[in-house]
């Protein structure tokens, strides 16, 4: 089966920039466009807030009460919800 595509898409990244660097400029200028938009932020923000998740999952405060033995009254509940 033979690759049909539109415009650009025909060709790969080597022969875009070799060919049409004002599409590979325009490109360009979009990604940086976005990435400055409210949507994006830095992989080191998002990677500190996954941490700071992990560890309130790890460190998390358990409260347990009831004594041990008695059936139903038993319950486990987290102070605070680690997603949150």
């Known amino acids: 089966m033979k690759r049909s595509a539109p415009g650009f898409l025909q060709y790969d990244m080597h022969t875009i920039a ?3 660097p004002r599409a590979v400029e325009a490109m ?3 990604i ?3 990435f400055q ?4 932020v830095p992989a080191s923000h998002v990677d500190a807030e996954a ?3 992990i560890e309130r999952v ?3 405060q358990v409260v347990i009460s009831g004594k041990s033995g008695e059936g139903s009254g038993d319950s486990v509940q987290a102070e605070e919800s680690p997603l949150m």
């Open 37 to 40: 938009s409210d949507f994006f």
């Open 32 to 34: 940086e466009e976005n």
């Open 51 to 53: 941490e700071a998740r």
């Open 18 to 20: 070799r060919k049409f």
């Open 58 to 60: 790890l460190r998390g």
């Open 28 to 30: 360009d200028r979009l």
